[in-house]
T-cell receptor, first 114, second 111 residues
Framework: GAGVSQSPSNKVTEKGKDVELRCDPI?????LYWYRQSLGQGLEFLIY????????KSGLPSDRFSAERTGGSVSTLTIQRTQQEDSAVYLC????????????FGPGTRLTVL | QQQVKQSPQSLIVQKGGISIINCAYE??????FPWYQQFPGKGPALLIA?????SEKKEGRFTISFNKSAKQFSLHIMDSQPGDSATYFC??????????FGGGTRVLVKP
């Protein structure tokens, strides 16, 4: 079956512009996560959606970052007034309902802020 | 505060050798410890995972050793192959199903 997909795969933007990154999770997966991976670094948790519960936004680095998940499926991560330090790979992962803790990752969106 | 410390940052091993990667954590509430493998241009993929009630788990050439009292766990890759060349991340899960990742180890297996 299809895995997690993300678009665009690459995004180059100018400092101060807004960007939207999209994640299509695996069909039927109830949990969705966003992470940020800076060059040569580990994964930094950003936000977590679980079903219809309020999202866990505890990892968002500033109020310039926001995310939504429509209809319990597709999610969009928005970064307003981008800064050069926002340059990173943004990864989305989804997880099925039930007892499995495995997260299935998409290929990521590489964001470059000039 | 770095909750999960992973070492080494990089590792070079000859084909057929053993790769060992270590992780240490601080939060005793962590209750699930996976290792993820990431190839360039791809997202991480689950390799193997362990719960704190066992001290070792083996799947093929990959083994996790877990020391609860020391709050450490490690990944051993036996008979390393060039196809194992990738970046490996340890992670720890707390309540809420959030993963905290280590900084990653880049492994290069030389033929």
């Amino acid at each position: 079956g299809a895995g997690v997909s993300q678009s665009p795969s690459n995004k180059v933007t100018e400092k101060g512009k807004d960007v939207e990154l999209r994640c299509d999770p695996i069909s039927g997966h109830t949990a969705l996560y966003w992470y940020r991976q800076s060059l040569g670094q580990g994964l930094e948790f950003l936000i977590y959606f679980q079903g219809n519960s309020a999202p866990d936004k505890s990892g968002l680095p500033s109020d310039r970052f926001s995310a939504e998940r429509t209809g319990g499926s597709v999610s969009t991560l928005t970064i307003q007034r981008t800064q050069q330090e926002d340059s990173a790979v943004y990864l989305c992962a989804s997880r099925p309902a039930g007892g499995s803790y495995e997260q299935f990752f998409g290929p990521g969106t590489r964001l470059t802020v000039l | 505060q770095q909750q999960v410390k992973q070492s080494p940052q990089s590792l070079i091993v000859q084909k057929g050798g053993i790769s060992i990667i270590n992780c240490a954590y601080e939060n005793t509430a962590f209750d699930y410890f996976p290792w993820y493998q990431q190839f360039p241009g791809k997202g991480p993929a689950l390799l193997i995972a362990i719960r704190p009630d066992v001290s070792e788990k083996k799947e093929g050439r990959f083994t996790i050793s877990f020391n609860k009292s020391a709050k450490q766990f490690s990944l051993h890759i036996m008979d390393s192959q060039p196809g194992d060349s990738a970046t490996y991340f340890c992670a720890c899960k707390a309540a809420g199903n959030k993963l905290t990742f280590g900084g990653g180890t880049r492994v290069l297996v030389k033929p």
